[in-house]
């Protein structure tokens, strides 16, 4: 039982990265999921989550307007489209299950996916 992030990498300021969130061994389907990411010497913050069908979506402020979470249960892969990267979200990404709408998640967490935005 797995969920795992890819799709990581070294973009510059202003450019685009998508980001999957597979998961292996159950089922994402009725499920709300959430993108957290966890900057060096910071704390995990919350990003962006999707209820169990994608038609809800809630963001954080910071990435609000840039960033899109979706979800293809068919799939069972949840992304996150990011635009108009900045150096500040420069972080490793983690998608994980939420046991609280919108922005508690469920204490476990699978690997996660380095995105680093250079100036």
């Known amino acids: 039982v797995q969920l795992q992030a890819s799709g990581g990498g070294l973009v510059q300021a202003g450019g685009s990265l998508r980001l999957s969130c597979a998961a292996s061994g159950f089922t994402t389907e009725n499920r709300a999921i959430g993108w957290f990411r966890q900057a060096p010497g910071k704390e995990r913050e919350f990003v962006a989550a999707?209820?169990?069908?994608?038609?809800?979506?809630y963001y954080a402020d910071s990435v609000k307007g840039r960033f899109t979470i979706s979800r293809d249960n068919a799939e069972n892969t949840v992304y996150l489209q990011m635009n108009s990267l900045k150096p500040d979200d420069t972080a490793v990404y983690y998608c994980?299950?939420?046991?609280?709408?919108?922005?508690?998640?469920?204490?476990?967490w699978g690997k996660g996916t380095q995105v680093t935005v250079s100036s």
């Open positions: 999707a209820n169990w069908s994608g038609k809800m979506t």
């Open positions: 994980a299950f939420l046991r609280m709408w919108p922005n508690t998640p469920r204490d476990y």
